[in-house]
Structure formats: structure tokens, C-alpha cells
């Protein structure tokens, strides 16, 4: 693994937000939900693609917080466009576990 300075890390813009909505994403080739996530008023409302279905149902996602990166460009998933990267950790079996603070927090927080 190589390193990198402190200028790289923040480079990348990881910032919590409540989802909104999560909507069923059929027509993904990998099992996926459709979020909207709300990161406050300076950025708004986001949306992405999240291989979540194995660990998350869809209706306790509402109000959940999560952690995304907000400034990579848009990614066209299928017929979606996805906006934000939420983030997660692989658990034993490969699936996605959501980042989320302990505590809540301010939407639009940025990690640091």
C-alpha cells in the first residue's frame, strides 16, 4: 500500500447525510436500492446507487445516517445516475456495512 499526503485525503470530500427515500433498483445487474440523501443546504439532496439489499430493507433506511463522498463526478449506473458514493465496510461475507456516526449529527458535516 503506498502512502499519500494530507493534501490527497482532503481532497476527497466525505460528508453525513440522512437518507430521505430508498427506492427498489430492479434493473441493476447487482442487487441494488436507489437513495436520496439529504446532506443539508449547501449541498442538498443527492442521490446514489448502494448494493446494500442483503443487510438493509428498504423501509429502515429512512432517517438513517450515512457517510458519502460528494465530489467525485456522477456516475451513470444503468439508467441511474448516481451522484454521491455512499460508503461501507465489506463484513465476513463480502457484504456492504453502512459507515454511520454514533451519535447524530448535523447533515453536510464533512469528515475530518
Known amino acids: 500500500m503506498s502512502t499519500i499526503g494530507y493534501d490527497d485525503f482532503s481532497r476527497v470530500d466525505i460528508r453525513v447525510g440522512t ?7 430492479p434493473e441493476a445487474r447487482k ?4 437513495l436520496t440523501v439529504d446532506f443539508g443546504p449547501a449541498i442538498g439532496l443527492k442521490r446514489s446507487s ?3 439489499t442483503t443487510l438493509y430493507a ?3 433506511l429512512p432517517g438513517r445516517q450515512v457517510a ?5 463526478p456522477p456516475k451513470q449506473i444503468g439508467k ?8 461501507g465496510f465489506p463484513d465476513q461475507a463480502g457484504e456492504v456495512v453502512l459507515i454511520v456516526p454514533d451519535q447524530i449529527v448535523p447533515n453536510g458535516g464533512r469528515l475530518f
Do not use: G, R
Open 19 to 25: 437518507i430521505v427515500s430508498a427506492e427498489p433498483y
Open 80 to 87: 441511474f445516475m448516481s451522484e454521491v458514493l455512499v460508503l
Open 50 to 52: 448502494a448494493q446494500i
Open 68 to 72: 458519502a463522498v460528494v465530489n467525485f
Open 58 to 60: 428498504l423501509e429502515e
Open 31 to 34: 442487487p441494488a436500492y436507489k
